[in-house]
């Protein structure tokens, strides 16, 4: 098989596909940065310098900005072409993943917000001490 | 491409002109298609985890007059633990490229080091549970405890494994060497060990650091 | 030592499940003796049991479905009777704890264990061949997912003589499903049942997708793919994402049952409507599941039977695709009156509403792709027709319900059990039974009898109307499903009919397997010797009936959509056949008894769950790792077909077709 032959083969998930200097520098960079992000969301939420609400936010963007450095130089997972099915794979999963976690929270959030007081439950609480 | 009047020939006529190599070249290896069904799993385990975060996040307040998070999680142990998941998953990524240049001796001891991270951090963790219920938090005690059990538990449970994979995987490698097979296998165990870090990612900062927020 | 298993599981007491036990261990005695007389366990072992065929996997998940229809139908015809005579003052003969066992087995074994692996089986089959190539992607793993299903089969079917079963219905909602209510085994074999053939299905999910999207023949784009393999990569998708949701789900109740944990009990906190919210996440895109190949059955069968090529391929695709992704933005239409409020309930019916309308694009198409055709009105394309005014009138009720204000008044009545009764029978279960009519011959070499087979499609068709019309009647009348006994005798003439309707079905169910046996009997005067019975348009008509285990000897070079009829009538034009290829030897994977040794030990395992034996359980599972183990080690994972026998096959068969095409040429 020619060599452009193999550039237009789709490539596996994970599997770097270059020397092994060019490999082992890209989990390096993969690993600092991870580390990096790892280290500002420990800071982010101990430090009272951001306005609080954003703080919640603020992590959660650096929690998926650190998925897509493991994804990107750790799974090797790009935008090149011989990585379409990845990517597409993984949009799927990412958008159901949003359903059911965004869709739960926003029903079970109203469930409980139309469930009627209960003054006997809270006796519950008082006997479980 | 063949005309309609001469009769097509048989076997690969398609190499590369009207297509960008997206499946038209006949069934693709086994290299390729072996990871890929791993990747479709690992996906399918995330949408595991979705409901139990979903879960988690439905139940995070339902502490039936019990213990919340911020009173049972110590951030300095999850920074340890992620810190030692972090460096597992990097370590195993130098392992696969040893593997590639079909290297034992560090492969295995690489693999070694994964193992031995990822250790370190389920028995971090089993600490964590078994202190949480040693002070009267046990998953049983509420909604709030059962759901945080559950799903970093299914995590642990996922790191414990791969953890015997991995033992299994350092076994036939060494029995076996870089077969063809072996290395895919091993691909696919480097998937699954970078996803459980994925995984990770979100817990920390969903269940460890947003759930103690002041 | 033997856990809570005691003599007293055994229903000595009660003469319904006994009786039918005695029956069923008979038959199966009966069975192994008749196999073991004429010395077939060594070919069943062999050629079906460990095989890592697609072909004879298919067929093994299409007879496991067939013999679970049995024992759902048998379930449903009790449940019938049961409402016609317990009116007024009588009780009827199944109290109140039996029947309500028996509606959830109805449901859980007709949804999983006959619904399920029929699609599923018919998927095996069909696909590869329709791609162009040998097998699916992971065989092996294909075996091991055919038995994990059997294994929860198993399970559920052991329910009936050791123990009992669930009484909460097929989807087991807390707290009546949680232990302070359901103390007993019931609830747990249903549940360990589901989550051993949950992991079946979840690798079937894999094991599709990546054939569809990385395995087809040369030349074959995604836009020259045939719609059943659309369809199935639609439902395998939703299985690969839906059914997590339910294994989460599910460990979560057993989590609470097993341990006391609170995710969905009355107390500490728990919330018994997250059950709800989570298992409809599955549940909905479950039903999108079977119902998506069976659009694809019927794509393929009337495109064949019109002599047209499908109306609107494209359109297929997309509403296909639409219909996957808008399958879980749609599932708390099954729980609008839970109390999420009128804005949820907006919205999740606005998203229900707008679910139909790919569906309804492919009505059209279909009509169209008859419309200027010569239709051939043969026993599949009774059921397509039969579909088209069935389904159509079930997708109306369908969007009845999705209008939150009409759901209130109806939700949980039998308004609500005659709507999915009528898609799912109208959609899914006549497309298995025109796929098992069309299929049939390249599966067995021989097609089926036509008469008895209409026969067995106007029981279905008209045993179906009677048994469900008058329950949308009931339904807006007040009757609530799932009743053991029947508050107002007016209903009983309502109730009467349907049960005319269920003895129909019954009938018909008899009748297929008249059918089959007189079929079998009678094989030799209906011999597919072609292997292109209906003058089909996909690849899987290219090969003998039955294909080799390889299927093809070359992999076919794919031109454009309908890779089959295009070749066909090119061959006929020229009158000849391709130039003869390049023939090779070919390695297919081996058979493996692996499949077969980890679902004895998860059947083992999944016993010893339940009934609290807790070393047994252990020793399961490291049974079920050291398979895994013994099999990762093997060496020779595939065998060679000798050249000799591809050729002498290849050439048979161009023989044949040669013979066959001059025919049709001459014809012309």
Known sequence: MTDHENDLLDVAPGEPHSNILSESIAYVIGLGLAVILTGVSFWVASTASLWGPGVAVGLVVLAIAQMGVHLVFFLHVTSGPDNTNNVLALAFGVLIVFLVMVGTIWIMAHMNANMAPMPEMTNLQIQRG | MSTVN???????????????????????????????????FVLSDMVLFSALFATYASLVHATDGGPAGHQLFHRSLVAVETGALLASSFVCGLAVIAAKQKNMLWTQVLLFATGLLGFVFLAIEIYEFRSMIAEGAPPQRSAFLSSFFTLVGCHGAHVTAGLLWLGTMMAQIWTKGFQPHVGRRLLCFSIFWHALDIIWVAIFTIVYLIGTLP | MFGRLTWDAIPFNQPIPLITSLVVLMALAVTAIWITRNGWWGYLWNEYFTSTDHKKIGI???VLALLMLVRGFADAIMMRAQQSLAIG?????????????IFSAHGTIMIFFMAMPIIIGFMNFVVPLQLGVRDVAFPTLNNVSFWLSASGALLINVSLFVGEFARTGWLAFPPLSEKAFSPGVGVDYYLVALQISGVGTTLTAV????????????????LRMPVFCWTSLASSLLMLAAFPVLTATLAMLMLDRYLGFHFFTNDGGGNSMLYMNLIWVWGHPEVYILVLPAFGIYSEVVSTFSGKPLFGYRSMIFATLAICILSFTVWLHHFFTMGAGADVNAVFGIASMLIGIPTGVKIYNWLFTMYGGRVRFTVPMHYAIGFMFTFVIGGLTGILLAMPPVDFVVHNSLFLVAHFHQVIIGGVVFAVMAGYTYWFPKAFGFTLDERLGKAVFWCWFIGFHLAFMPLYVLGLWGATRRMQHIPDPTWAPYLDVAFVGAAIIGLGIVLTVVQLLYSIKTRDQRRDVTGDPWDGRTLEWLTLSPPPHYNFAVLPDVHGEEAYWTRKQTAIKQDQLIAEPNYQPIEMPLHSPTGVIVAFFASVCGFAIIWYIWWLAILGLVGAFAVFVWYAWRDEHEHVIPLEEVIANARERRRIRKEHLHNLSQSV
């Open chain 2, 6 to 40: 001469e009769a097509p020939a048989v076997g690969l006529t398609h190499h590369g002109s009207e297509d960008t190599g997206l499946g038209n070249r006949g069934p693709q290896s086994k290299s390729i298609v072996v990871p890929y069904g791993f990747w479709l």
């Open chain 3, 207 to 222: 094991n599709f997708v990546t054939t569809i999207l990385k395995i087809r023949a040369p030349g074959m784009s995604y």
């Open chain 3, 89 to 101: 003052n009588s009780q009827g003969y199944l109290p109140p704890e039996h029947y309500n066992q």
């Open chain 3, 60 to 62: 093994m998940y299409v």
